[in-house]
């Protein structure tokens, strides 16, 4: 097997080789602290994240770089509306966005850096851009020349000549050409500024993550990742000055993942429907927003819908309850008999489930088509738990399945918590029974509220016992019809296992 990768800069998969066998370097755009993050932001970080994490699940060893922007317009602009000094509103919201993510389970990157730390590495960058003739003074500021480089925009596409015939770009008085761009600004009246051989000023934004990248990882490195909306400019300039600064190819493999709408409209201030990841936390479960997101394709479009997280959680109450029945299973019993890897179920995705990861998610990360096969590895593991009857085999199989399932599920940030823990935390009704130290129900007349319906066990036993034997007298239509009338009582989950059905779940 070999990893293969997108790379937007020759648009087709590439097979990976790295710059030095065994190691990684990869460098992703963060964000600017002006503001809270939204699932947008999630979306950028939780499929580097994965990648991240995959990456090293396969053997590499790993220089994960993330930086954080806090010089920036923005920033200054919401200093000066609120009366505080930039440094105020950046630390704010660098606060913010380590709460948030942390919540979210990302990792932390091997480092994080500052902008507002790197000044005398962009200063004297941008030095050397002047020195080779790609940059120029104008009153204070320093400009990028995009015509003296000749392959500009080769990352997104574009060509100088249509970026010049529409050009929309704010044109500053003393640009030479409208697409040149900031390197260096000139200070104004109330704003930070840092001293340079230009004048006070401070550095323009495309600058840092060139310095930044290169202090860490090279002035020649493996992965550069981001949003698809950096592809122009940001990541056009990029190229542009460290090339020009260093004679050298600046990124190997670059990596952009697709946009996220909101009910299939565009997220924006304008329309008001903005989604903060502070406030998706506070209605659903970190591991649920990791599935929403995984279960597409990095480089594909997402909707995000209630509905699409409600799907996410009732796919992640499947693998946790899997995982509870395997754990079950073998505290059964002591693993015996073998495993019997001619056995159907055992072929479909049980037996070769991290082998199956791995060959999927060398195509390009695709985290979606990896899911499917997990849940069809899940359906095949639960029937065969259903089907056997030693608990010594069911054991050995439940053993060996848990194994590589957890080891996938972390690539992808999921079943991180005990099950009991993960149930109590996100079902509204469930019945505890502490001896056992699982959610079930063990027939006694405790009374549930759904809303303002009373669900009384005693009759949800009954029904229960009546499926039962019915499915033990093979009577598949009746076990079928009372099966549907638990689901309008609001019973989702029956677990049917050899000695009856002993643990239900209900409707959150």
């Known amino acids: 097997m070999a990893l293969a990768i997108y790379n937007t800069l020759e648009r087709r998969k590439e097979l990976f080789e790295p710059l030095e066998p065994g190691r990684v370097r990869m460098y992703v755009c963060g964000v600017t602290v002006y503001d809270l993050c939204h699932i947008g932001h999630a979306r950028a970080l939780v499929v580097f994240d994965m ?90 500021n320093v400009f990028y ?30 640009k030479r050409e409208p697409l040149d761009f900031a390197l260096w600004k000139a200070s104004k009246p109330g704003e930070p500024s840092w001293p340079s051989p230009w004048g006070e000023g401070r550095p323009g934004w495309h600058i840092e993550c060139s310095v930044m990248s290169s202090h860490y990882l090279g002035e020649t490195f493996d992965i550069h990742g981001g949003g698809r909306d950096l592809q122009f400019p940001h990541h056009d300039n990029e190229i542009a000055q460290s090339e020009a600064a260093t004679g050298k190819p600046f990124v190997r493999y670059w990596i952009h993942n697709g946009f996220i709408n ?36 990095y480089r594909s479009p997402i909707d995000y819908t209630e509905q699409a997280l409600s799907d996410a959680k009732k796919n992640l109450d499947y693998f946790y309850t899997t995982r509870q029945r395997c754990e079950e299973a ?31 998610m060398d195509d390009d990360f695709n985290s979606a088509r990896a899911l499917g096969n997990m849940f069809k590895a899940a359906g095949a593991l639960n029937a065969y738990l259903d089907e056997e009857k030693s608990e010594a085999k069911k054991a050995a199989v439940a053993e060996d399945f848990l194994g590589q399932f957890l080891k996938v599920c972390q690539v ?18 469930y019945v505890l029974d502490a001896e056992a130290g699982k959610l079930l129900v063990t027939g006694s007349p405790a009374r549930l509220e759904r809303g303002t319906e009373p669900l009384d066990t005693e009759v949800i036993e009954t029904k229960i016992a009546e499926r039962q034997a019915a499915r033990q007298a093979e009577d598949w239509a009746l076990a079928d ?11 989702v989950i029956l677990e049917d296992r050899p000695d009856g059905t002993t643990v239900w779940k209900v409707r959150k």
Do not use: C
């Open 51 to 140: 990648i991240n994490r995959y990456l090293r699940y396969i053997g590499y060893d790993v220089t994960y770089v993330r930086n954080i922007t806090d010089v920036d317009d923005k920033i200054i602009e919401r200093a000066q509306k609120e009366g505080v000094s930039y440094r105020l509103i950046a630390d704010r919201y660098t606060e913010a966005f380590h709460r948030d993510f942390d919540r979210l389970g990302l990792l932390r990157p091997d480092a994080e850096p500052k902008a507002s730390d790197y000044i005398d590495g962009m200063v004297e960058m941008i030095g050397r851009l002047i020195e080779r003739g790609y940059a120029y003074v104008a009153e204070d």
């Open 145 to 174: 020349s995009v015509a003296k480089f000749p392959d500009y925009g080769r990352l997104s596409g574009k060509r100088i000549e249509e970026l010049v015939a529409g050009a929309r770009v704010k044109v500053h008085q003393a």
């Open 262 to 297: 909101i009910d299939k409209a565009k997220m924006s201030k304008s329309l008001g429907n903005i989604l903060n990841i502070e406030d998706i936390l506070k209605a659903h479960h970190p591991e649920v927003v990791w599935l929403f997101l995984l279960s597409h394709h």
């Open 330 to 360: 073998v505290q059964a019993s002591a693993p015996a008999g073998g495993i019997d890897e001619s056995h159907p179920l055992w072929q479909q995705g049980v037996g070769d489930l991290e082998d199956s990861f791995q060959r999927t």
């Open 412 to 429: 992808f940030g999921i079943l991180g918590e005990e099950p009991l823990a993960y149930f109590l935390k996100t079902r509204k009704h």
């Open 481 to 491: 019809g009372i099966r549907d009338d638990l689901a309008q009582r609001g019973v």
